[in-house]
Each structure stands twice: as C-alpha cells, then as structure tokens.
C-alpha cells in the first residue's frame, strides 16, 4: 500500500507562483512513475506532468512553465508551477504506479489562480 498525501495548493494571482507537494508513504519503494493531474468540476481528470526514473512528459499546456521533480527518492514529488493562469485553476492530485499493477491517488488539493 502507497499513501500520498498532498499540499501546498493555495489561492494565487494570474502570473504567479506555486509549489505543490506530495508526500508518499508505505510501500515507496514499488512505486516506479509518479504524475501530477488535475481536474475541474464536470470534466475529466488531466494529466499535467509525469515522470520516471528516466524522463518526464509534460502536458503541452503547462510546458515551459511547470516542473516536476522528486526528492529521496520517490518520497517526495514536487510540482513547481509559474506564470500561473485562471485556466490552471483545478484541484490538483498526486498519483503513483506500482510495480503491483496498482495505482494510488492523493486526496488533492485546491489551487485557484484568480486576481
């Protein structure tokens, strides 16, 4: 079993910054590809960015301003997102793939890009 439990979602304005968090916990080391996704209200849940051990793959809509990245590991994700848009306001999930065919999800967190 893998838990993620993620933060740092938060009101911002348009243009500025944000740094989402996720903490895993449990069985960390099945895990082999961590992603961040985020939906709204009445739509499907997006990928926004991916990574593996090797490489990351970004939403087209969010590349050349968001960064994913690890640390320890798979213990800690990080979504850094800059010049923020309304658009990009959504509730944001943390997601890891196991090595057990299994995925697990966060809980989300709000982030709300408004002025």
């Known amino acids: 079993q893998v838990r993620l439990v993620e933060s740092g979602g938060g009101l911002v304005q348009p243009g500025g910054s944000l740094r989402l968090s996720c903490a895993s916990s449990?069985?960390?080391?099945?895990?082999?590809?961590m992603a961040w996704y985020r939906q709204v209200p009445g739509k499907q849940r997006d990928m926004v960015a991916n990574?593996?051990?090797?490489?990351?793959y970004y939403n087209p809509s969010v590349k050349g301003r968001f960064t994913i990245s690890r640390d320890n590991g798979w213990r800690w994700l990080y979504l850094q997102m800059s010049s923020l848009k309304p658009e990009d306001t959504a509730v944001y999930y943390c997601?890891?793939?196991?090595?057990?065919?299994?995925?697990?999800w966060g809980q989300g967190t709000q982030v709300t890009v408004s002025s």
């Open positions: 997601k890891a793939d196991s090595v057990t065919s299994r995925s697990y």
């Open positions: 449990g069985t960390v080391s099945s895990i082999y590809s």
């Open positions: 990574l593996t051990v090797s490489e990351s």
